[in-house]
């Protein structure tokens, strides 16, 4: 029984710290949009980004996550993300002058507008497929629900 309770406290010491961290970086993240009014945030040099079209399918499809190194450092075929007209746009390098950038999504048939180093957000450095499909499952109200009382019961 003294086991028992042991490996539930560790248990529950270790969700209250991930809710803690959750958290603080949330809180984080919704301050500096806010205040900085940036469409992306700065963690330790880095952002995460969800990709809301199929234009880098079957590189990056709709729902997944992207991790970008704040960079102006990159080079040709590197995918990278930038801000163009307010939109953060994430496509593969595919010329680079002096002058600027010009970029291409992976499933799409024409060049993108050319852009500049300015307009760089990063580089993507990571690709988390398929988060789409647990965030649509983690947010239904039947796993919310039953979730918070697993908690509070716990």
Same mark, same amino acid.
């Given at each position: ?16 710290? =991930? ?8 809180? =984080?993240? =919704?301050? @500096? ?16 980004? @969800?990709?809301?079209? !199929? ?66 957000? !990063? ?8 988060? !789409?499909?647990? @965030? ?19």
């Amino acid at each position: 029984m003294e086991k028992m309770k042991k490996v539930g406290t560790l248990l529950l010491n270790i969700i209250l710290i =991930f809710v803690v961290l959750c958290t603080i970086i949330f809180s =984080f993240s =919704f301050i @500096q949009m806010k205040l900085k009014k940036t469409k992306h945030i700065n963690l330790f040099g880095y952002t995460i980004l @969800q990709v809301e079209t !199929g234009s880098m399918a079957d590189t990056i499809n709709i729902k997944d996550i992207v991790v970008v190194k704040l960079t102006k450092d990159v080079s040709q075929n590197d995918i990278i993300t930038y801000l163009q007209k307010d939109v953060l746009i994430t496509h593969r390098i595919v010329k680079i002058t002096d002058n600027y950038i010009v970029t291409k999504g992976d499933a799409n048939n024409s060049l993108d507008n050319p852009t500049t180093k300015d307009e760089i957000i !990063g580089k993507v450095i990571y690709i988390i497929p398929k988060i !789409g499909i647990w @965030q649509k499952v983690l947010t239904t109200p039947k796993v919310i629900i039953s979730g918070s009382i697993t908690i509070l019961l716990l």
